[in-house]
């Protein structure tokens, strides 16, 4: 068989395939396009609805995976090649990647978990594994969080669902505890008087449950003071703050002292000199 008959059988198959090439090149870009669309569709719905955001982006992420491999089947079979088989290739295949990748299966499981159970929601600030910071996303396999000094940590779902998490924002209300040492020479009365001063003045201190100021402890060289104040949870730190800088001015204003630590050496009898 000569090259121009080669060459011509070659021209005439590609022909009569021409057609489907086509189809399935429009099938694959429009398809593509159309799966973004109905993603962001979605994503605009729940929204709208007001679902969790945790759950818009675990449940966008998992259909734009479905409707990712969809469109490929679709556009090979219009391409003349049996699916059939295939399909029951990439099942086989995907009980043996499965088992090889279960930790993956697992953290896909685990944002199920995550998403359905609710323990915390995107706008949360976490505790996990020793690592904390404000929840950004929760995706098919990872939730991100994102740290106060701006660092993005990524960590694996089925981490989180096999670890102690602290959620610092799921209640309205936290309490706050404040601790000052004054010497054994000052007047605790004044001191209790200038505590409760300065929680009675700030408009960030709760007034249900009432403020509690006490004598924790008596150490070797202060006494420890208790401040237990209840504020809105957005209001935490700002208060805390607040109450470090009030109270030392306020201490300073009325000769409170903050002793520093010291040791009183008592001799019972003169060294002998050598």
């Known amino acids: 068989m000569s090259f121009e008959d080669v060459w011509q059988k070659f ?41 969790e955001t945790g759950i818009v982006t675990f449940l966008c992420s998992l259909a ?48 199920a978990q995550i998403v359905f159970t609710k323990p915390f929601a995107v706008g949360d600030y976490l505790l996990v594994d020793n690592v904390e910071g404000t929840v950004e996303r929760i995706e098919m396999m990872f939730t991100t969080l994102r740290t106060f000094d ?43 008087e200038v505590l409760q001063e300065l929680t009675d003045k700030n408009p960030l201190v709760e007034r249900d449950p009432e403020p509690l100021i006490a004598v924790e402890e008596h150490k070797d060289s202060c006494i420890q003071m208790l401040v237990r104040v209840w504020c809105k949870t957005d209001d935490y730190w700002t208060l805390y703050y607040q109450m470090q800088e009030d109270v030392k001015l306020a201490f300073d204003r009325e000769g409170i002292h903050i002793p520093f630590p010291q040791l009183d050496v008592h001799l019972d009898r003169p060294v002998d000199k050598i």
């Open 150 to 192: 701006n660092k993005e940590i990524v960590i694996p779902n089925s981490t989180i669902t096999v670890s102690t998490i602290i959620n610092y924002t799921a209640m309205k209300t936290r309490r706050l505890d404040l601790r000052y040492s004054v010497g054994y020479e000052d007047d605790l009365s004044k001191v209790k």
């Open 64 to 111: 734009n995976a479905a409707a990712k491999i969809i469109i490929s089947i679709m556009a090979l079979s219009q391409l003349g090649v049996p699916v059939g088989p295939m399909i029951t290739a990439i099942g086989a295949a995907g009980v043996t990647v499965g088992l090889a990748l279960k930790e993956n299966m697992t953290n896909i499981a685990s944002g």
């Open 11 to 51: 021209l005439t198959w590609l022909l009569d395939m021409l057609p489907n090439v086509i189809g399935a090149a429009l099938i694959f870009a429009g398809g593509w396009w159309l799966s973004n669309v109905v993603v962001r569709l979605i994503k605009r719905t729940m929204t709208r609805a007001r679902t």
